[in-house]
């Protein structure tokens, strides 16, 4: 109808009036706001409630437990900064998201770069680089159990059988060694991500430069350094940023793998919120603790815009 009109105007003739007409020139002004209407509902609907819904529920007191009721305002917030059990669970959870970021993101790159390389057979390990990807994270986690376990485990047979073990180890039994298998299983699970996002930057990379660069009597190390990460930083930058979202919010693997044992050696921050509300029925203290948790969620967030923008600036 738009098109009518502006047709119209250009043969000179007179513009159309009206109702009918006045909804047409609402459609056209305002039709990309209009088909992003229905998603936007929903997405207030599913996400925007239960958001809301859990800040209120965090300024008050519901302690199915001890049926304590009411409002207390910001009283979850000053017990969950001032307690000691809180800032453990958070270097909990700093040093596995620390860790797992850093190892899976130095191996998704180096595959990456192993894969960018390969001349042949792209099409079979490109599918197979996707399999930890397509397993549930449940699944995966009691895969690395079976694998684990002190009495039937593969990796105990093999490591006795080479000679590095003079028996079977109770993997989940120590702390130190209960973290590493912790950050190996979401290395195994999260790395598919990241090798395609590093991948599909390494295709951007111009063999010629690679060439002159040869020419120049560049090493590969040179080439590493000088040419494949400045050309990539744009996926390196969002590899690392969602890569740290998704880990420090990790629940599945710490729960079913480890149990946040043993003690609270792997007990991570979301596994203590679901303790706090569902175990001990303190709903409105881990409410709060879930607030928190968002918001340092939402200061990734940030930081991650804020190097994006200054990168498309430079």
Not at 176 to 202: C, E, H
Request: hydrophobic share 50%.
């Amino acid at each position: 109808m738009s098109v009518d009109m502006n047709a119209a105007r250009e043969m000179g003739g007179p513009a159309r009036k009206g109702p009918l007409a006045s909804l047409a020139r609402f459609v056209d002004n305002r039709f990309g706001q209009l088909v992003t209407l229905p998603s936007l509902l929903v997405i207030m609907l599913v996400v925007g409630f239960p958001t809301l819904y859990l800040i209120y529920t965090s300024f008050f007191n519901r302690d199915l437990l001890r049926q304590r009721f009411g409002f207390v305002g910001l009283h979850h917030y000053s017990e969950a900064l001032t307690s000691s059990a809180f800032w453990g669970y958070l270097g909990t959870t700093t040093i596995y998201s620390a860790s797992s970021v850093v190892f899976g993101v130095g191996l998704s790159l180096l595959i990456a770069i192993v894969l960018d390389n390969v001349r042949s057979g792209k099409w079979f390990y490109l599918p197979v680089i996707l399999i930890p990807w397509m397993i549930p994270p449940v699944a995966t986690a009691i895969m690395w159990k079976w694998m684990i376990h002190d009495i039937y485990g593969i990796l105990n047979v093999v490591l006795v059988n080479i000679g590095i073990l003079q028996g079977p180890y109770h993997w989940l039994g120590d702390p130190v060694a209960a973290m590493a298998v912790l950050v190996s299983a979401d290395v195994w699970y999260r790395s598919p991500f990241s090798i395609l996002i590093l991948y599909a930057g390494l295709q951007r990379i111009p063999s010629e430069i690679y060439d002159a660069a040869k020419i120049d009597g560049a090493g590969p190390l040179a080439y590493f350094r000088h040419i494949t990460i400045p050309s990539i930083r744009p996926e390196l930058l969002i590899v690392l940023v969602v890569s740290t979202m998704f880990v420090f919010r990790e629940f599945g693997l710490p729960y079913v793998l480890t149990g946040g044992g043993p003690g609270e050696a792997t007990e991570v921050l979301a596994l203590a919120i679901y303790r706090r509300g569902n175990l001990l029925l303190r709903q409105g203290y881990a409410s709060a603790l879930s607030v928190i948790m968002l918001l340092i969620t939402i200061g990734f967030v940030a930081i991650y815009f804020r190097l994006l923008s200054r990168e498309e600036q430079s």
